[in-house]
């Protein structure tokens, strides 16, 4: 089988995997970032479009990734049906996995390559990057990703690939900020490859790579202020130095050991409450520590035998990183969609072993034919959780009950059922378990406004402005909320300081305006 072939096959696998998403509709974070936003149904312009925000103002316009905005504006003139939007996915899910096993090809020979492929085709952590919407980003970047390593690959034979290595990695950028590590990886897989030359044939190719990466954060500052943020930090990682940090993830990163070895349990969410975070001495922290050094001393080990574990060890290493919370705070701590580039690694780890081993090698094909059949089932029948909102807040409850996120759902259930006693101890619940998030602290706010108990709605949403100076539903309400309070200077303080910070939304200017006319009055 030439690498070609193999690519197409494992390319092939990925979009029957994936195809059963085409009947999902908009989910959860799909609406905010696709399903209602105007700008990408009627763009005023290529231009506004890619200077957008990824993340809508309203909720702290967050990110800059604007291949990803532009892909969805593409698709809203075709078409604005949510079937489409995932259609299109499917077939990203097919090009990055067809790209990665060519690329897996390259590193060692076809039929290794092909072994790759199948296994991470097939992966059931890949679920949430494909069968919701914004799962996009993911899928684009490591399409881009793979794209700008084999035309790295190529600059040997022919320099011209250079240009293919920088447009594969402006790509790649702008899809997801994952790509910045895209230079690491071309050493990676100079190294990786023994007739590449090492690390010194690779600066060149790493150089192509690096110089859109820097131009995308210069543009990063030139498209406006707030967009470099990373969203925040993770509940539970506020106010941790890096190496405090490091030492609160590895016990945290076991739950990355587990999806990518053994994902038999996936989860519509990982955060506070499903996992706890400690800078203390655990035992999840000896355990983290055991496992990290036995995957380190396995590719010493057999570093000349088998280098592909070293290879996938480093690879995992470089792409997981953006996400480790360690140099760069993010607010994920754990994220299933953030594993999928990072699972090529994985498969690439065991494909060598496979490959090399005697042993193996002689039940190589019952072992992989057991292997793709379990993870494309798994993979499939864990697509319809992001069928729709309702099915996807079922799946919370019965994956993670006890996370601040399902509390926070579920109290404002019971607050709309009329049942305001289980409601607010579930809100104060999830606030607790979270107290950085700004979100359950206006919800709880707002259920408190409706009963007209005003100043516990303007100490919650004091507090949440204080969190999250961004958030407009909290500026929207903690004006009128002071006002009601009787804190007539708080509330034309507020009211001011709204505008100030918001002058182009409709919402906050006019409960701003409102209150200073009630406030003038009075």
Not at 408 to 419: I, L, P, R, S, T
Request: charged share 15%; net charge positive.
């Amino acid at each position: 089988m030439t690498a070609r072939q193999a690519a197409l096959v494992a390319g092939l696998l990925a979009v029957a995997v994936a195809a059963p998403s085409i009947r999902n509709g908009f989910v959860s974070d799909d609406r905010w970032i696709v399903a209602e936003r105007p700008l990408l149904q009627h763009p005023a312009s290529l231009s506004a479009v890619l200077q957008e925000p990824y993340w809508p103002v309203g909720f702290g316009g967050s990110l800059w990734r604007p291949v990803v905005l532009a892909s969805y504006a593409l698709d809203y003139r075709l078409s604005s049906s949510p079937h489409w939007f995932h259609a299109v996915n499917v077939l990203w899910a097919g090009l990055a996995a067809a790209l990665l096993t060519l690329l897996a090809c390259r590193l060692s020979d076809p039929v290794t390559g092909l072994v790759t492929g199948l296994l991470f085709a097939v992966h059931p952590v890949h679920v949430e990057a494909v069968a919701n919407v914004v799962g996009r980003a993911e899928l684009m970047a490591a399409a881009g990703y793979a794209a700008a390593l084999l035309c790295a690959l190529a600059v040997e034979r022919r320099p011209v690939y250079l240009i293919g290595v920088a447009l594969g990695a402006a790509f790649a950028i702008g899809c997801k900020e994952l790509a910045a590590t895209l230079p690491a990886a071309v050493l990676l897989v100079y190294v990786g490859r023994a007739s590449a030359g090492g690390i010194r044939a690779g600066l060149r190719p790493a150089a192509a790579a690096l110089l859109p990466i820097l131009g995308y954060y210069v543009l990063h500052e030139w498209v406006g202020a707030g967009i470099l943020s990373a969203g925040g930090t993770a509940a539970g990682l506020e106010r941790l130095g890096m190496a405090q940090r490091t030492w609160a993830m590895l016990p945290v990163s076991l739950q990355w050991w587990r999806l990518l070895l053994f994902p038999a349990h996936l989860s519509a969410d990982y955060s506070p409450g499903d996992i706890v975070v400690s800078t203390g001495l655990t035992g999840a922290h000896i355990l983290g520590v055991l496992v990290w050094a036995a995957a380190a001393w396995a590719a010493w080990r057999w570093r000349r035998t088998v280098p592909g574990i070293a290879i996938g060890l480093a690879w995992m290493i470089i792409t997981v990183s953006p996400v480790a919370n360690i140099v760069v705070p993010t607010e994920l701590l754990v994220a299933e969609r953030t594993l999928y580039l990072p699972s090529f690694g994985v498969a690439f780890a065991l494909a060598s072993v496979g490959a090399a081993w005697p042993w193996l090698a002689r039940r190589r094909i019952a072992l992989l034919a057991l292997v793709v059949v379990l993870g494309a089932v798994r993979s499939i029948a864990r697509v319809s959780v992001w069928h729709d909102d309702e099915v996807h807040f079922q799946a919370m409850k019965e994956d993670a009950p006890h996370s601040y996120r399902t509390l926070w759902m579920v109290g404002k259930d019971e607050f709309q059922a009329g049942h305001w006693g289980s409601g607010e101890r579930l809100l104060r619940d999830a606030i607790a378990l979270a107290p950085s998030i700004a979100g359950p602290r206006v919800d709880l706010a707002g259920f408190y406004l409706d009963a007209k108990l005003y100043r516990p709605a303007a100490e919650q949403l004091t507090a949440a402005t204080a969190l999250d100076s961004g958030f407009v539903p909290a500026w929207t309400l903690l004006p009128p909320a002071l006002l009601a309070a009787g804190d007539t200077a708080r509330a034309r303080a507020a009211a001011r300081e709204a505008l100030r910070l918001f002058p182009d939304e409709p919402e906050v200017v006019g409960s701003a305006s409102a209150v200073l006319g009630a406030a003038r009055r009075r």
